[in-house]
């Protein structure tokens, strides 16, 4: 799989995010300054138009998600769940360890 479309495109985005997370982790304040004001709006609208693919319906669920044509998706679906555990109930932990420390 590594040397089809995907597999390119993973690598790739796999790479830029680690990138600019060591940068921003490693650089001096104002390089990083400069890095999350120029990287940050692009990786929060990537992150919108993914959750935006995801929206769900009236009854809560994801189009996008459901897997057979008479079935339900989950609710809420994977991306949504993903995001809010990875930036939500993670920074809330990271903040409080960063109180305790």
């Not at 590594?2 to 990138?19: K, N, P, R, V």
């Not at 189009?63 to 809420?76: D, E, H, I």
């Not at 994977?78 to 109180?99: K, P």
């Amino acid at each position: 799989m590594s040397g089809s479309i995907f597999g390119h495109m993973e690598a790739s985005l796999q790479g830029y995010l680690a990138d600019i997370s060591s940068r921003a982790r490693l650089d001096p304040d104002d390089t990083a300054t400069r890095l999350a004001r120029a990287e940050l709006p692009r990786v929060v609208a990537a992150l919108q138009a993914l959750l935006n693919d995801h929206r769900p319906d009236a009854g809560g669920r994801c189009p996008s998600c459901r897997t057979r044509l008479f079935t339900k998706a989950p609710a809420p679906c994977r991306a949504y769940l993903t995001a809010h555990l990875c930036l939500l109930v993670t920074e809330d932990t990271s903040y409080r360890e960063h109180l305790a420390g």
